[in-house]
């Protein structure tokens, strides 16, 4: 089966907004997952969403609620828009909570995990996260640093990376942690399975 996240947010960005231009780019990952004789693949899932944050980022054009007109695009109203601000410190209470969630249904304890995929968004959110869960920050591979915000594409292109380094080895748990505008969010466990 093939997963594919491609993200393409640099049509509706307002490039007179440094701010946020600067930060968002697009990209694209794909991975093959398939059956495996003797490792578990996919162990386990956990999501939430806080949908009080529906209304703090968007595109607040298209669609007959609001059709893009030529008087909405002089005023950029077509473009990415953040008219109010998530707590940054959001995804750094929510990302270690899941990964709890997910521990303590696995039994495991946080040293288990050998590898972190996370929305790379914010490096300062991944270190908190590995602060709070007492872990070397290392064990979170990121490219947002080369790449920038690239979305839905992020933790694909993350893990293809991380593959290419040869970082993972058969065995090895795994985890990904996504988060999303609206607020959405979701942990999911496995277990690696081959060597890079």
């Known amino acids: 089966m093939l997963v594919v996240g491609a993200y393409g947010m640099s ?11 600067s930060l968002f780019a697009d990209g694209a990952g794909a991975v ?10 996919f162990i386990d899932s956990q999501m939430f969403t806080e949908g009080v944050y529906h ?3 968007g595109i607040y054009a298209g669609g007959t609620a609001q059709p893009v007109t030529h008087e909405v ?28 969630i997910l521990l303590e249904r696995l039994q495991k304890k946080p040293l288990d995990i050998k590898h972190f995929f996370i929305t790379q968004f914010n490096v300062q959110s991944i270190y908190e996260t590995l602060d709070k869960l ?8 990121y490219i947002m ?3 920038g915000y690239t ?14 380094q040869k970082k993972m080895k ?3 748990l795994v985890f990904m942690l996504g988060s999303g505008g609206g607020m959405s969010m979701a942990a999911l466990a496995l277990e690696w399975g081959y060597d890079t």
């Open 170 to 172: 058969k065995g090895d």
């Open 134 to 141: 007492e872990l070397p920050r290392d064990r979170a591979h």
């Open 11 to 21: 049509k509706y960005l307002n490039f007179d907004d440094y701010k946020i231009a």
């Open 151 to 164: 979305g839905s594409a992020s933790i694909g292109m993350a893990i293809a990376d991380a593959a290419k």
């Open 145 to 147: 640093d080369r790449f």
């Open 73 to 100: 695009i002089e005023n950029k109203g077509h473009l990415l828009a953040f008219p109010k601000r998530i707590p940054p410190e959001t995804n750094g209470i929510h990302w270690p909570r899941l990964t709890n």
């Open 55 to 57: 209304d703090y980022m």
């Open 32 to 41: 093959i997952l398939q059956p495996a004789k003797d490792t578990q693949g």
